[in-house]
């Protein structure tokens, strides 16, 4: 079955970086895109970018084009989103998810809280 | 980019009773390629986001069939035909057409 693992929660400080990997299985890696999403506490889903495990292509929302960078690791079936210039703005539960057929996201992670406070 | 608008942002409902959420989109949905890439989300309390409906009316293998998309263009609605108690959560529209963007969420809860 197809699973999306994350990282564990982090607290950085305003100004650091923040990294978050996604451990896939149960699926062909670089089949598929990976895309991240954010939602801030009480708020709705944002889509922030998205990744191509197979080429490395990526794509990211104009809102974070310069401050955030996906990555992956195709030999561990994981991808990375690392974010950098943190404020507190930036508060929020970050997701992997799996683009589907259709244009459309089939699975999800569990979610990795990022809190960013001095 | 898209702009996505629900509406209601809350929706008390009655158990038993029929919901419906619309979602309009700020330009037309149809790709390039003729489909329409509008997919709706519910979002149960603590929980990741899990799709219900995708290309605006084709469910999920799971969901009930008391799920239900419709529409077209700009103009897209979910409707849940009787509302048990699990159903509470917020659930989302995204358009898939031009990038990716969702709207605000609408609250579903029981009277």
């Avoid at chain 1, 950098?84 to 970050?94: E, F, I």
């Avoid at chain 2, 209601?8 to 419906?20: I, K």
């Amino acid at each position: 079955q197809v699973q999306l693992v994350q990282s564990g929660a982090e607290v950085k400080n305003p100004g650091a970086s923040v990294k978050v990997s996604c451990k896939a299985s149960g699926y062909t890696f670089t089949g598929y895109y990976m895309h991240w999403v954010r939602q801030a506490p009480g708020q709705g889903l944002e889509w922030m970018g998205r990744i191509n495990p197979n080429s490395d292509d990526t794509n990211y929302a104009q809102k974070f084009q310069g401050r955030v960078t996906m990555t992956r690791d195709t030999s561990i079936n994981t991808a990375y989103m690392e974010l950098s210039r943190l404020t507190s703005d930036d508060t929020a539960v970050y997701y992997c998810t799996k683009e589907a057929t259709y244009s459309t996201f089939d699975y999800w992670g569990q979610g990795t809280l990022v809190t960013v406070s001095s | 980019d898209v702009v996505m608008t629900q509406s209601p942002l809350s929706l008390p409902v009655t158990l038993g009773q029929p919901a419906s959420i619309s979602c309009r989109s700020s330009q037309s949905l149809v790709h390039s390629d003729g489909n329409t890439y509008l997919s709706w989300f519910q979002q149960r309390p603590g929980q990741s986001p899990r799709r219900l409906i995708y290309k605006v009316s084709n469910r999920d293998s799971g969901v009930p069939d008391r799920f239900s998309g419709s529409g077209s263009g700009t103009d897209f609605t979910l409707k849940i035909s009787r509302v048990e108690a699990e159903d509470v959560g917020v659930y989302y529209c995204m358009q898939g057409t031009h990038w990716w963007t969702f709207g605000q969420g609408t609250k579903v809860e029981i009277k």
